[in-house]
Nanobody
């Protein structure tokens, strides 16, 4: 059973930084891509950043230049480095992976990020 476990969330002041981690375990399928999503109260879940198997990265416009996604194949971990955090970045952040030929999605349980002004 594929499992994605996030960590690294917390409370930080505006302008601060956090690094989220997502460890992938239990997969015998190739990873097509990984992404970080977030969901703020009363809002839809949105894609924040993604990385393809080939290493191409992409970002939601509001986080470009502030967030950076990266992966460590040895540790089966994907990271989201967040800098210059703003109160509007406050949300639950979810890790997502797309696996195998069928492109099956798996999600982590989420980690709360709160940015105080």
């Amino acid at each position: 059973q594929v499992q994605l476990v996030e960590s690294g969330g917390g409370l930080v002041q505006a302008g601060g930084s956090l690094r989220l981690s997502c460890v992938v375990s239990g997969s015998t399928f190739s990873i097509n891509g990984m992404g970080w999503y977030r969901q703020a109260p009363g809002k839809q879940r949105e894609l924040v950043a993604g990385i393809t198997r080939g290493g191409r990265t992409f970002y939601e416009d509001s986080v470009k230049g502030r967030f950076s996604i990266s992966g460590d194949n040895v540790k089966n971990t994907v990271y989201l480095r967040m800098t210059s955090l703003k109160p509007e970045d406050t949300a639950v952040y979810y890790c997502n992976g797309d696996f195998g030929e069928l492109g099956i999605d798996y999600w982590g349980q989420g980690t709360q990020v709160t940015v105080s002004s």
